[in-house]
């Protein structure tokens, strides 16, 4: 019986795959896609990608140029490498090319109301990108928040000064101290705490951290859409019962406010509104308020932790930098201080250089098929553009793979969209909206963390040998995380 089944799905499913190859094979015959390496049948080049993309990729587009084509099943895949071809898309053909590839583990009934996977820029996408931009990363509210990041800045040193002489995984730390900062600027609450480990799987930074890795699966329900329906691995369904159980820790919060609005039971004076007060103003649901929370998190607190790992790091390996760092920043705290010391800016640009927080940038999807450099992206291709190559070119830079932070000393070169040599938070109309708010953050903390302590490595490890490899995911994380010692500054 068994037997029989197994050869009619064999029957049935071989003609469909067929399809899909002609189809592949004639479209790019017909419409010169980028090139790129052969691919197997059916499956396109899933395997040749292996588990480090970064680099399978990159070496790809040395072989294949700075524009390529891969097949991952049925979906086309155009990746970017060089400055030019990433301001082909992120500028010459931004509007065409600013739909998003929302993976199917992201699909839910509420979808529609997502940010940064929102696949169409759509009426609420660019209500809720005005609603962040003005009220959340504004200068007005990011003055208005300064007196909450000096606040949260000071917890979490508190915490690291009853630390002293141990172990410290310091992205952790990081990451709950930009998880509440974030918090507060929604709901006006802490939502969680050092203790909690990020590997603890009821807590809400675990469950986060889960959602985070559910986005990189490898799912066939990627790579083949036409499967999307039957959720073959379980991803989808797994995803909605961790977001479900993220939602409960701040619905509760959510129904309390939008019950005391609609009683007039608080009267809030304006400067006092958190994010959430905004998102009620503007009749936003529940659900809708969910996936924007979600996101937020998503987008604003691992990129940064992540950053601020990186960076510690590299100072730790090249002593000369952290000694003009130290240098600049004594007795600088102040956040309009900090925006002024061109080291520390240059020490942060080149740690996003090397280390971009999200080195693909977020997949893109082209909303209509479009010309770029004499290649055709066929509608609904995915695009991505890979900072990291961009990062380490050494066409575009000079020793591209040392940490030189002078290198942007008198330089106007920035992040801001405008230099495709540099572009850690995208460019175009997707490109980051938390630029502003994320600046500050790695500004504060790096800062204080100088100022405040001397870091040691356990066991007296020489911090020249740190073991700097990456581990690929949404974000890009340091393989070994970062553990340090914190000692008073003599
Ligand atoms: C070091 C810190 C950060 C880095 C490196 C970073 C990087 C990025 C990148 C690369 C993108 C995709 C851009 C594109 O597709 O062109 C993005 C999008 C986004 N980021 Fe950030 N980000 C950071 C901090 C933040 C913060 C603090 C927030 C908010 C709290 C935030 C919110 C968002 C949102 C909402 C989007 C989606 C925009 C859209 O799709 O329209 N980011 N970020």
Known sequence: MENILASSLFLLITPIFLFFIFKQRFQSSKNQLPPGPPGWPIIGNILQIGSNPLVTISMFAQEYGPLISLHLGTQ????????????????????????????DAFEHSFSPFYLVWSTDCGDHWKTLRTLCRTEMFSPKALEAQSRLRDEKLAQMMCFLHGKKQEVVNIGDVVFTTMFNMISNVLFGKDLVGYEEKHGTSDGLKGKLFRALKDGTKANISDFFPLFKRLDLQGIRRENLHNLREIFSFWEDIVAERRAQIQDMAVAVAEEEKTFLDRLLENGFSKDQINACALELFIAGVDTTSSTIEWAIAELLKNKEAMSKLQEELKYKTAESQLSNCSYLNACIKETLRLHPAVPFLIPRRAFEACEVMNYTIPQNAQIFINVWAIGRNPEVWDDPLSFKPERFIGSNLDFKGQDFELIPFGAGRRMCPGLPSGIKSLQLIIASLINEFRWVLPDDEDPSKLDMKEKFGVTLQKEKPLQLVFEDLE
Do not use: F, M, Q, Y
């Not at 010459?92 to 929302?102: E, F």
């Open 76 to 103: 086309l895949l155009v990746v970017a490498s060089s400055p030019k071809t990433a301001s082909e898309i992120l500028k010459n053909h931004d509007r065409i090319l600013s739909g998003r590839a929302r993976p």
